[in-house]
């Protein structure tokens, strides 16, 4: 059974740091597309970035430079480190698995998805 298990999210102010994680089960990240989603009210859900099962990164425009998708096949967890927070990076924040090498960051593609963990940012 697939499961993709999200934390990390919290409430911090702008400029300040985070760390999510994204523990995986019943299958091994590294040979599947990941990515990191985030869902702002309102709005619709975005890409935010992903990697591939060959290790090749794709970030959003508005998280290049800020954020940093990397994985750990020994803990099979996925994670996003989010630099220089801003508010309109608050938002619920979804862990993606996809079968399909391809994926990037469209979110139709995903076969899996975890819980999410809200990421709150105050100026």
């Known amino acids: 059974q697939v499961l993709l298990v999200e934390s990390g999210g919290g409430s911090v102010h702008a400029g300040e740091s985070l760390t999510l994680s994204c523990v995986a089960s019943?299958?091994?990240?590294?040979?599947?597309?990941m990515a990191w989603f985030r869902r702002a009210p309102g709005k619709e859900r975005e890409g935010v970035a992903s990697v591939r099962d060959s290790g090749i990164t794709m970030y959003a425009e508005s998280a290049k430079g800020r954020f940093t998708i990397s994985q750990d096949s020994a803990r099979n967890t996925l994670y996003l480190q989010m630099n220089s927070l801003r508010p309109e990076d608050a938002a619920m924040y979804y862990c993606a698995a996809s079968t399909y090498a391809y994926s990037y960051l469209y979110d139709t593609n995903y076969n899996y998805w975890g819980q999410g963990t809200q990421v709150t940012v105050s100026s």
């Open positions: 019943g299958f091994q990240i590294i040979y599947y597309s």
